[in-house]
Structures are given as C-alpha cells and as structure tokens.
C-alpha cells in the first residue's frame, strides 16, 4: 500500500506540473478550463488507482474496456512526462539564477517570463507528439497483419522438399482482446501460404484460460499439411492471477491444455514428435517456458524433451523466450539446427526500416529480441507476435505472421 501511495503523490505532483504548462496558453487560464483539467485528473487517477489494486477483475467488466483503459492510462501518463521536461529544464535554470544571486549578494530579479512561456509550450507540443503517435498505434496497427518470410539453407535437404514451409505465430494474448473477428485476417494469411508445419510458441492469453474461448472455433481453422505444433508461454501457467486455491489454478492450467487440443494443435511439453517426408526425419521439440532472466519462471527441461527426441535428420525446437536460446541451446545442444521463439513482441514499439536501422527499446532487455539470428550452424527466429500486451496497440513493430522455408545448402 505505501508504495501506491508513492506512486499516486509522484503522478499528482506530475499532473500539477503539467497544469503549469498548460496555463502558459489563452485557454488554460480560464477556471473552467481548470476544473475541467482537475476532474479529468481525478476520475484517470481514480482508475488508476483501481488498476493498481486490481479491482476491474472483480468487477463485471469487459476486459477489453479494461485492456483500452490502460492503454489510455499509459499515453495519458507518459505525455505529461514529456511535457514537464522542459518545466524542469526551466525551474533548474531558475533555481540556480537564484543562488547565483545569492552569491554575488545582487537583487536582480530578472526572471525572463517569455522564455518561461516558450519552455512550457515547447513542452506542450513534444507531450502531443507521442500522444498522438501511440493513440495512433491503438486505433490503427493491432491488427495490421504483417507476413514476414525467411529462408533457412539446410545441409542434405532432398530435393523433393526444397522450400518447405514452416508458419509461425506467436504470442496471441487472447485476454487483450475479447473478439476473435479481427483475427480472421490472420488466420486466413497464414492459411494462404499452403504451410506444411505451423507452429505457435506460446502466450495464447494474458492470466486465464477462459480469455481464449471465443478464439477456440476461429484458431481451429488453420491448416497444415503435417500438424500444428505448440507450446507455452510465461502467460500461460496463470501465475499472475490471484487464485483463491492451486486447486483452481489447476484447473485452469487443465482448461487452457483442453483449449489446444480443442483447436487441434499438438501441445509439447517437454517433448518431441518426428515427421519423416519423403525419407528426411525432421523432428519437432517443445519446451515448456524457459527463461535465462531470473523475473521469469522456469518450467522446462531441455534434457527431458531431448531424452525423447528420435534420431532425425533436422531438429527444431520451440521455446518461447529467445534467451533460453543463448543460455543453453547454442552452448549444450549443438545439433538442434532452429529454434522458434517469442515472448518480447518487439516491445511493440520500435523503428524498423531495412537497411537503415532497426531499434526498440525490447533490445536494452533482449539480446535476441526479434528476427532471424546464427551463431555458426545454428538459426533462431523471434516472432514479433500476433496479439498486445499492456498497451493495446502497436507503433512501428506491427503484428507477425512468419513464414520460413527450408532451403538447399
């Protein structure tokens, strides 16, 4: 509770600077105006407050409502941080006018007003920059399906099954979003690519099993020439809902497997499947989530899956997040030759223009943090995912359908 309190007097103290700034402006001097501001301030923070304590999940509340609102609560936040920086650049400069004053024992009193005024409207108008570019984000770009395809070349590959392809999706986070309709596109993108293996590595909701029902019908139409592979995601297990019991938690762990099977998708935990096509043994491993970061649980065992993996000419392995792939595939288990991960949506947020630059802030947490990568004889690809996390929305890093062909060497 104290650090709510903590965090609730930092962000008065962040609505009130922004007051400041916007009284630098013909409209905010006027007391209605103000009050306005003031009742807008108090019902966002209200809400803010209700999310902190977790309330909406125990309201009959529309999670999508909910999912927007943070959005909302985000872009209405982090604007009025952008605003009060030059607010600050300016009180430091007045703070140490006043000390210099002090020391030269002078009473200049020069206070500069119209640089004060331009400082606060500077302010003003970076804080609309990312408040229109991430409002952007949430109307325009969830559901900007985008097919992004890879070549992997692949020694003794027979020709028969040059270009082979393995479809990747990832990270659906059902719970953001209560209607399946907006997925259709995606589904019927990858179901164009005629895949002859799908896989989906992880994260089919956000706490709770029950988020993926009304997507159960929808998902069970994609196609696949030799299966549809899955496996889980941090998200999945439900360890970030407040269970009553670990009987419930079961249970709901018990739903969301029921879930996979339902949409006809073969659940790896821990395990593996061989697929032989025309003579070539390509064998499927699935892990349960693995993470090289300590904030994030560890289900998995790589050991276990490889001890019932068949020897095969091929060797795949999805784990959901990408670290697991520098901290023990690429060191222990040399003959896996791709692995399929997810997990950092790319931060949802970034610069991607090819051949030019590539940034998100995911990369200051991920060193893997979303395409292709090789470290000698071995490929790992991060899916960017289909779905939202937190904030509804994407800027930059749109959602991902993958679509990787098997190559001659």
């Known amino acids: 509770m104290s650090r709510i309190i903590i965090v609730v007097l930092f962000l008065l103290a962040v609505d009130y600077y922004a007051l400041q700034a916007l009284k630098q402006t013909d409209w905010g001097r006027t007391k209605i105006f103000q009050l306005l501001y003031g009742l807008f301030s108090f019902f966002t923070m209200a809400g803010f407050i209700a999310v902190l304590m977790k309330w909406p999940e125990e309201l009959p509340i529309d999670s999508n409502m909910i999912s927007y609102f943070r959005g909302y609560l985000f872009i209405f936040y982090f604007s009025k941080f952008i605003v009060i920086f030059p607010l600050l650049i300016d009180d430091m400069r007045r703070l140490i006018l006043f000390f210099s004053r002090r020391l030269r024992n002078t009473t200049d009193d020069t206070y500069w007003p ?11 108008v970076l804080g609309g920059i990312p408040a229109f570019v991430l409002t952007y984000g949430i109307v325009r770009n969830p559901f900007r399906f985008q097919l992004r395809s890879e070549s992997i070349p692949v020694k003794n590959l027979p020709t028969s099954l040059e270009g082979l392809k393995i479809v990747q999706i990832s990270d659906l986070h059902s719970g953001t979003f209560n209607n399946s309709q907006p997925f259709e596109d995606a589904i019927q993108l990858v179901n164009n690519q005629n895949p002859d293996i799908v896989v989906f590595t992880g994260d089919l909701v956000n706490n709770i099993a029950s988020e993926a029902t009304t997507f159960v019908s929808l998902f069970s139409k994609i196609k696949s020439k030799y299966g549809i592979y899955s496996i889980l995601g941090n998200h999945d297990y439900g360890d970030y809902y407040d269970w009553l019991n670990e009987e419930q938690k079961r249970d709901n762990f018990d739903l969301l497997q029921k879930y996979h099977r339902s949409m006809g998708w073969d659940l790896l935990l821990d395990d593996a499947r061989q697929l032989e096509i025309d003579g070539f043994k390509i064998n499927i491993i699935g892990v349960e989530n693995i993470s090289a970061l300590s904030h994030f649980p560890v289900y998995g065992d790589l050991s276990k899956a490889w001890a019932k993996t068949p020897k095969g000419d ?27 991960s997810g997990h950092t949506h790319g931060f949802q947020f970034g610069i991607e223009i090819p051949g030019y630059i590539r940034w998100s802030p995911s990369q200051w947490v991920y060193r893997r943090w979303a395409g292709l990568y090789k470290e000698k004889n071995q490929y790992l690809y991060v899916n960017r995912g289909l779905g939202c996390l937190g904030y509804p929305g994407r800027v930059g890093i749109l959602p991902e359908i993958t679509s990787i062909k098997l190559t001659k060497a």
């Open 114 to 124: 119209s640089r004060s005024a331009f400082l606060s409207k500077l302010g003003l």
């Open 314 to 340: 091929y060797n795949i392995l999805l784990s959901h997040d990408p670290t697991h792939w520098d901290s023990e595939v690429v060191v222990d288990y040399k003959d896996i030759d791709l692995t399929l």
